[in-house]
T-cell receptor
């Protein structure tokens, strides 16, 4: 049982490039979320999903796209990377309502 | 939306109890209070959660006031490894089961 797995752990991009951050969980959790964390700040919600085929926007969705075709996977796409998207990205999953979230180890993304 | 307020930083002597307060005055009746911590830039680690009764597990105790407007996380015997940022969290009701993190309390355990 690996929990929540994020890949890659580190990535450097040039402005304008696109990429996909991967997130997979093996706990059969319905709820999954993406957060970003900027230096000295708490986590901010980007997008979330309450089940396969269902996604919605969080607090800071602009510049990001998500899809949820399976229960296990919840990829985050940067459409055209900008320096303001330099951050640490965390994926999380939870079994259901009022249950704790389980977090991955994060992806550290730098955009030049 | 329910939000939380925490002191930005606290110190605690090693071996003593660390008491971390949190205000969540706008919490609604069916929302739980969750506590997480983050060490360096690792993923947040779940500690404990509760609705209205006090809770205890192997890591910590959670004391929730009767009016549920505030809570306190207690680390009974703080160690150097407990140095971390501690987040008191409630869900945002308009985003399903998703959490509002805030900026947390940076706890430093002093030898």
């Amino acid at each position: 049982n690996a929990g929540v797995t994020q890949t890659p752990k580190f990535q450097v991009l040039k402005t304008g490039q696109s990429m996909t951050l991967q997130c997979a969980q093996d706990m059969n959790h319905e709820y999954m979320s993406w957060y970003r964390q900027d230096p000295g700040m708490g986590l901010r919600l980007i997008h979330y999903s309450v089940g396969a085929g269902i996604t919605d926007q969080g607090e800071v969705p602009n510049g990001y796209n998500v899809s949820r075709s399976t229960t296990e996977d919840f990829p985050l796409r940067l459409l055209s990377a900008a320096p303001s998207q330099t951050s640490v990205y965390f994926c999380a999953s939870t079994k259901g309502y009022n249950q704790p979230q389980h977090f991955g180890d994060g992806t550290r993304l730098s955009i030049l | 939306d329910a939000k939380t307020t925490q002191p930005p930083s606290m110190d605690c002597a090693e071996g003593r109890a660390a008491n971390l307060p949190c205000n969540h005055s706008t919490i609604s009746g069916n929302e739980y209070v969750y506590w997480y911590r983050q060490i360096h830039s690792q993923g947040p680690q779940y500690i404990i959660h509760g609705l209205k009764n006090n809770e205890t597990n192997e890591m910590a105790s959670l004391i929730i006031t009767e009016d549920r407007k505030s809570s306190t996380l207690i680390l009974p015997h703080a160690t150097l490894r407990d140095t971390a940022v501690y987040y008191c969290i409630v869900r945002q009701t308009n985003t399903g089961n998703q959490f509002y993190f805030g900026t947390g309390t940076s706890l430093t355990v002093i030898p």
